[in-house]
C-alpha cells in the first residue's frame, strides 16, 4: 500500500507548549478507504486531523497527500504549495462553522468564488445539485440560523464538497446535533462512502464505526494503539487499552 497510498503520515509529532498531543503518528489511508478514528476525549484525535489540514502545524515528521508532501521532517515548503495541497482535502467539524451572516447558497460559493477555480455558472450549478444531494434545495435562500443542527452540518458537507475534494476529513460531525438528527447526517456520510470517498472521520458514533468504516483507528494518549476492520477491532480488540475503552462506550 505504500506506493498507492492517498495520505501517508510518518512520525509526526505535535505538541502545545509542553503538552505532548501526538508521540510519533504514523499511518497510511488507500484511495477510496473509509477510515474511523476512535478514542477516549483528549487523546489527540481532533489535532491529528487538523494536522492533515494544515489547521495545526507539527513539530515533527511527514505528512504526504497524494504525491506531494505538506511537511516533510516538520519543514514545511513556503509559497503556494501548501494551500495547494490543502484544497485537496475537505472538512467538516462538529460546530458546523457555516458564515452566519451568509445565505445557505453563498455560503457553498464563497470558497470557489475566492479561490476562482470553476466559472460562476459552474459554481452555481455545482451549489444547486450538492444542495439536492444533502436533500436541501429548497433552503438554498434560508440563513443558517434557520436550519436545525441536521441541516446545518449537512450544508457544512455541502459546502466541503463545493471544491471537488479527493478526501473528506470529519472531526465529530455529529456530537453537536440532537439524537433524533444524526441520522441524517450520517446518511450523508454513508453515500459519500458509497461513492467511493476517501475519507477519515473521527467519530464517538460507534454505529458508524463498525457499518460504515473499511478501518478502524483506536488512539490514545496521541498514539494508535490498534487499527483493523470493524470485525477485528470490535469482535476480537488486541490490546487492553482497546477493549478498555470498548468496554466503556458499547
Ligand atoms: N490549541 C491548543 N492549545 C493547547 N492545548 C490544546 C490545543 N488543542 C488541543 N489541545 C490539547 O491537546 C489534547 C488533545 O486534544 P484533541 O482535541 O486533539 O483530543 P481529542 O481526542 O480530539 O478529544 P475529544 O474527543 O474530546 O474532542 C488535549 O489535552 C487538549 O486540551
Redesign the pocket.
Known amino acids: 500500500m505504500t506506493n498507492n497510498a492517498i495520505i501517508e503520515v510518518t512520525n509526526m509529532r505535535k505538541s502545545?507548549?509542553k503538552?505532548e498531543?501526538l508521540k510519533d503518528v504514523s499511518f497510511r489511508i488507500a484511495p477510496s478507504e473509509v477510515v474511523a478514528v476512535i478514542?477516549?476525549?483528549?487523546?489527540?484525535?481532533?489535532?491529528?486531523l487538523r494536522s492533515l489540514a494544515h489547521l495545526e502545524e507539527v513539530n515533527g515528521g511527514s505528512i504526504r497527500i497524494g504525491n506531494e508532501e505538506l511537511v516533510h521532517n516538520g519543514v514545511y515548503p513556503s509559497g503556494g504549495k501548501i494551500k495547494e495541497i490543502t484544497s485537496r482535502m475537505g472538512m467538516v467539524f462538529q460546530h458546523f462553522n457555516l458564515f452566519p451572516h451568509l445565505t445557505v447558497r453563498a455560503n457553498l460559493e464563497l470558497a470557489p468564488k475566492l479561490m476562482k477555480k470553476y466559472s460562476a455558472e459552474e459554481i452555481r450549478s455545482k451549489a444547486s445539485s450538492l444542495l439536492e444531494k444533502v436533500g436541501l434545495q429548497d433552503k438554498g435562500d434560508v440563513y443558517p440560523s434557520n436550519l436545525s443542527g441536521g441541516q446545518k452540518q449537512r450544508v457544512a458537507i455541502a459546502r466541503a464538497l463545493m471544491m471537488s475534494p479527493e478526501i473528506m476529513l470529519f472531526d465529530?460531525p455529529t456530537s453537536a446535533l440532537d439524537p433524533e438528527l444524526t441520522g441524517e447526517v450520517l446518511q450523508v456520510m454513508r453515500q459519500l462512502a458509497d461513492e467511493q470517498m476517501t475519507m477519515i472521520v473521527?467519530t464517538?458514533e460507534m454505529s458508524f464505526a463498525r457499518e460504515v468504516a473499511d478501518r478502524v483507528m483506536f488512539?490514545a494518549d496521541g498514539e494508535f494503539i490498534e487499527s483493523g476492520t470493524p470485525e477485528q477491532l470490535f469482535g476480537s480488540p488486541q490490546h487492553e487499552r482497546t477493549k478498555a475503552f470498548l468496554n466503556r462506550v458499547l
Open positions: 502545545f507548549g503538552l498531543v478514542g477516549p476525549s483528549g487523546s489527540g484525535k481532533s489535532t491529528m465529530e473521527v464517538h488512539m
